[in-house]
């Protein structure tokens, strides 16, 4: 069984920064390709970043130059830095496999950007 466990978010001012983590349990994190996705309040579910299993990065053009994915094998961990923070980036983040897992989505952590 998958299970991945984001946490991270929180409220923010725009222009501040946040750091998520998603935490999987068993071996199959190494072998994945992986990627965080959002969904803002009214709109569909999103890619934001992907990552290979062996850790090259490709974020999507609404987040580059803001956002950074990263990935630890050996704690079987994922990291999404998040800078420059603006309003529209408020979302509940998840974190699953690319492409995604139905079985696998998560609660996800809700991210707020607000003055």
């Known amino acids: 069984q998958v299970l991945l466990v984001e946490s991270g978010g929180g409220l923010v001012q725009p222009g501040g920064s946040l750091r998520l983590s998603c935490a999987a349990s068993?071996?199959?994190?190494?072998?994945?390709?992986m990627g965080w996705y959002r969904q803002a309040p009214g709109k569909e579910r999103e890619l934001v970043a992907r990552?290979?299993?062996?850790?090259?990065?490709n974020v999507t053009s609404s987040v580059k130059g803001r956002f950074t994915i990263s990935r630890d094998n050996d704690k079987n961990t994922m990291y999404l830095q998040m800078n420059r923070l603006t309003i529209e980036d408020t979302a509940v983040y998840y974190c699953?496999?690319?492409?995604?897992?139905?079985?696998?989505w998560g609660q996800g952590t809700q991210v707020t950007v607000s003055s």
């Open positions: 699953n496999t690319y492409p995604p897992l139905r079985a696998a």
């Open positions: 990552i290979t299993s062996g850790g090259s990065p």
């Open positions: 068993g071996s199959f994190f190494k072998v994945y390709n």
